[in-house]
């Protein structure tokens, strides 16, 4: 073991020691102190976070169970972008809920191992690290979900996403035991050579899949998403919306586009064509009647996973490079949604459509970070969601499928419409008692500005898809 | 630098100084500066595209620049005016100077009102300076979304359902535009034999037909849901307000630049079917404002009509109708911004839409009065102002075509122009002439001076057009070689 191996696990020993570190620095705080929890876990994990830029490298460890290229590395980095910001949002909740009742530190502890999971599943060259990974990142969600375990919705958040994370895992791991059963090894790279495409091995992918899908709550495995979503502290459903779900989908860019070289067999095209469509439309349809806000951005985002499954028909780098990208606005775009709810639930405890009437008059600034927010969720122009949806579009049409790509964009029409849902409550409507004028915290400010940031450059500077097309050649 | 992109940076300054304003008084100052400065940039262009051409200059397109955006797709902002685009840049300049000054007394929010407007004129100015696929796409949807909250916000009557139905219709067009633009992408080859988004690549290096017969109805259909084509022109009359008018000619500019241009073989194929549907947006268009009561929703319809004609114009596929629809674009677009920033005007004071309920209106609100007559006038095509010219056009044009089915929807078009006669000189009738019907409307304030200037900055290009037509429809003519070799003429 050389001391350059080790460098490749950088991520996840760097991650290991903020936890540990963390963890370690609240014994020796007291009571009200406690709070300073809260900006210490922030800069450390910003620390690590800039660290896991640092030039990328690319070998294995343990024997091939952990791999990393600059591509992994990339992942990683997108991931801790997202987790980043959703530790910035719920910094003043932390201190404001959670440092009375004495838990800070556990609630880094369990968002940062779920991290550690998604890390090492990202990395895993081996289905059961893969496997370990998978559960290691979905354990500590469910009891984040149900972290404020006095509101009984919490609870019950928490106890959904267990049973339908058990079940789910279940079933992977019957598919693992499926294409083991039928290749004789749990390697990857092996694995890729063997697979002949036999129907226990198609059985066996299928129930792997589903696993991932639930994960991404793709229709119809998303039943446990707005429940959990509206029950779980807005925070952790940010997290679970947009780092659970990003986690997934890279899973799947392995599962999909590196065991099946040259594009994807029949099989799965017609399986993910079907999704697609099916995840677009109903998540679209089911949001079109939501009134609370977390339950319209879950089903937001089960159409937005429908969206995501659309790069998969590529089979050039676009295709890789389309989805990338798409999960990197989408962190973006999505968190600033999810900030201005989670700010406003906070403040006021309101979650309701109808609370937001006359928002833009009593507080312009929030009103426009939301607009730009769904604006960028609906793919307007000159937002970066707009040339995310575009590109996932192109990938599409590269295939020459243009029956799905005319039924993805009429689907982009209907999300038009809830998303100007929002619009309309917050600049066209008035209301008799407006939301009262308040201002968030500095922590939920910084990272508003930095899903503002991110919304307006991403797409006008072509900076970044170039970088991440040019890692996916 | 490139001249054109003066006509991208002018504007996106003007939103950032709006941002940045506060009050009543500074965003309508930042806005009038910023969009009069743009109006000079226009006239600046046009001046040095005249140049140009009498210096010999006979590209295709002039002041060209391309900007590499997303390499590894083959994107770029390609940027090329010919006479048609800097026609309607220079008509987009004056209608948008025009809304800024007639929104002068803006009291509800007028910031946003402001930024949304120039927003909206941003995309539109994008729309006709750039000449690749998706540039035009990104600025087409510029154009379009803004319009939810000028009508939404400011608009009048049922406005969150109008502004909803018009964002949603016009959207599903770019749906439907989107799935044609992308074929057209795959389906081209550009110099270096990779796809391209740039039109005078797809142009020379052309589409198979049998793509041609798909991606032409979509992309026509998808700019055509703008130009409020029948059957999905509902959005029209209940969307129409003052601010988008310069949308509207995003319709017809993008039927003629991108449907017909990069598809002449189908164009010629499958233009039967558009024909009847465009027949039969001028002519419902026509009799459906006979019916109306409202002055809003009369002109809606008129404006159904006059787009209408502007489709059909396009759809005869000669140089007379196409000159013809260019300058009934730039004509339409000139009045209908007149009429509902009249109609605005008038409501302010009055408080009501209806006809029946105005009447004299010409001796206590004079010069509005007297614009409106100008342009109801213009609207049913009186020789002397702009409306004839073009009209006059599009029928010579469409009289070209020998065959008994061009003919016969020729007469049944050209029939519309007595009906709008009827339902123009019924109003100015009713509303106008006569005696005073409302004992109140006796003290009604005149027309302030920044209402003046937006009218009559109006009403200037109405009646130099109409007299002077030739400079204009001549540069128009030039620009057309193009689409004629394509169309293999």
């Known amino acids: ?473 | 630098m490139n001249i054109l992109l003066l006509l991208l940076i002018i504007p996106a300054l003007t939103l950032a100084g709006l941002f940045l304003s506060r009050g009543k008084q500074q965003p309508r100052v930042v806005a009038a500066l910023g969009m009069g400065l743009q109006f000079l940039a226009a006239f600046y262009l046009l001046f040095s595209y005249l140049r140009e051409r009498a210096q010999g200059n006979a590209a295709d397109m002039l002041f060209t620049s391309s900007y590499d955006w997303y390499t590894p797709l083959n994107i770029s902002l390609d940027l090329g005016v010919d006479g048609v685009s800097v026609a309607l840049i220079l008509l987009t300049s004056i209608v948008i100077l025009a809304g800024v000054l007639i929104s002068w007394q803006m009291e509800d929010l007028p910031k946003e009102f402001f930024i949304s407007l120039i927003t909206l004129g941003t995309g539109v100015f994008g729309f006709f300076i750039c000449i690749d696929l998706f540039s035009m796409f990104l600025f087409y949807e510029l154009a379009v979304v803004p319009m939810y909250l000028l009508i939404g916000i400011w608009g009048s009557g049922p406005k969150e359902y109008a502004a909803m139905k018009l964002t949603l219709m016009l959207m599903a067009g770019s749906a439907f535009l989107l799935v044609g633009m992308l074929g057209l992408y795959f389906f081209s080859s550009g110099p270096a034999d990779e796809h391209t988004f740039n039109i005078m690549e797809i142009a020379a290096s052309g589409i198979p037909v049998e793509m041609q017969r798909i991606f032409f109805p979509l992309t026509f259909i998808g700019f055509g849901v703008l130009g409020a084509l029948f059957p999905f022109h509902t959005w029209s009359p209940d969307g129409h307000s003052s601010a988008p008018t310069a949308v509207s000619m995003l319709g017809g500019y993008g039927c003629f630049r991108v449907a017909i241009f990069l598809m002449p073989q189908a164009a010629a194929e499958l233009s039967w079917i558009f024909i009847i549907l465009t027949g039969f947006s001028v002519i419902y268009g026509a009799f459906g404002a006979i019916r109306q009561t409202d002055l809003k929703y009369i002109n809606a319809y008129s404006s159904v009509s006059h787009c209408g004609l502007v489709l059909f114009a396009i759809l005869m596929l000669n140089k007379t109708a196409f000159n013809g629809a260019i300058l009934q674009m730039i004509s339409h677009g000139l009045m209908t911004a007149l009429f509902f920033a009249l109609i605005g005007m008038m409501y302010e004071r009055t408080h009501t839409r209806i006809v029946q309920e105005m009447g004299g209106l010409l001796k206590v609100l004079p010069f509005i009065s007297a614009c409106y007559v100008i342009a109801g006038l213009a609207s049913l095509g009186l020789p002397g102002l702009s409306g004839f010219v073009a009209e006059l056009s599009i029928f010579v044009g469409a009289f070209e075509n020998p065959d008994t089915f061009h003919r016969f929807w020729t007469i049944l078009s050209v029939s519309a122009i007595v009906v709008t006669a009827v339902y123009i000189l019924r109003v100015v009738g009713t509303m106008l002439m006569g005696p005073l019907k409302e004992a109140s409307h006796a003290s009604l304030a005149p027309a302030s001076w920044y209402e003046k200037t937006g009218a009559l900055l109006l009403v200037i290009p109405i009646a130099g057009i109409g007299l002077a037509p030739l400079w204009l429809s001549d540069m128009i003519q030039f620009s057309l070689a193009p689409i004629m070799r394509q169309l293999g003429f």
């Open chain 1, 1 to 473: 073991m050389k001391w350059d191996d080790i460098l490749l696990m950088r991520h996840e020993l760097q991650l290991l020691a903020v936890i540990l570190i963390v963890t370690c620095t609240e014994i020796y705080l007291t009571g009200k102190d406690k709070a300073r929890v809260v900006p210490f876990a922030i800069a450390l994990f910003t620390l690590h976070m800039v660290a896991g830029w640092i030039k990328p490298e690319e070998g294995m460890w343990f024997g091939g169970m952990f791999r990393t290229t600059p591509l992994i590395h990339m992942r990683k980095n997108i991931l801790d972008l997202g987790v980043l910001i959703v530790l910035l949002q719920t910094a003043g909740w932390v201190k404001k809920q959670l440092v009375d009742e004495n838990r800070v530190s556990e609630f880094y502890l369990l968002l940062w191992s779920s991290l550690l999971g998604m890390y090492y599943m990202i990395s895993s060259g081996d289905l059961l690290m893969l496997f370990l990974g998978l559960e290691l990142s979905t354990l500590p969600i469910a009891a984040l979900a149900a972290y404020e375990v006095i509101r009984l919705r919490s609870a019950e958040s928490g106890i959904k996403l267990i049973l339908s994370a058990g079940l789910a895992s279940a079933i992977t791991l019957m598919g693992i035991s499926f294409l083991y059963g039928s290749t004789g090894t749990y390697a990857i790279p092996e694995l890729i050579k063997i697979l002949s495409g036999t129907s226990l091995e198609n059985l066996g992918f299928l129930f792997f899949f589903a696993g991932l899908a639930f994960k991404i709550s793709l229709v119809p495995f998303h039943f446990w998403t707005p429940d959990v979503y509206e029950g779980a502290p807005t925070g952790v459903a940010a997290y679970l919306s947009v780092v659970s779900k990003g986690s997934a989908v890279f899973i799947l860019m392995i599962l999909l586009l590196g065991l099946t070289p040259g594009g994807m067999t029949e099989i799965w095209t017609w399986t993910l064509y079907v999704l697609a469509i099916l995840t677009m439309t109903i998540g679209n349809l089911f949001a079109l009647r939501q009134r609370n806000l977390k339950r319209f951005l879950a089903f937001s985002s089960v159409a937005q996973a429908g969206f995501i499954l659309l790069g998969f028909f590529s089979t050039g780098p676009d295709g890789m490079a389309s989805i990338i990208y798409f999960v990197l606005v989408y962190i973006f775009s999505n968190l600033a949604a999810f900030g201005v709810v989670h700010a406003i639930s906070v403040e006021t405890g309101k979650e309701d459509i109808g609370d937001y009437d006359g928002l833009y008059r009593a507080n312009p600034l929030l009103s426009l970070v939301m607009l730009l927010a769904v604006f960028s969720l609906a793919g307007i122009p000159p937002l970066a969601g707009f040339f995310g949806k575009f590109f996932l579009f192109m990938s599409v049409a590269s295939a020459g499928m243009y029956v799905l790509l005319f039924i993805a964009v009429v689907n982009t029409v209907v999300s038009l419409y809830y998303y100007l849902l929002v619009v309309r409550a917050m600049f066209l409507r008035k209301s008799e008692a407006p939301l009262a004028y308040f201002k968030s915290d500095a922590w939920m400010r910084a990272s508003l500005v930095i899903c503002v940031i991110g919304i307006l450059a991403l797409g006008v500077w072509s900076g970044v898809y170039e970088y991440i097309y040019q890692l996916c050649v």
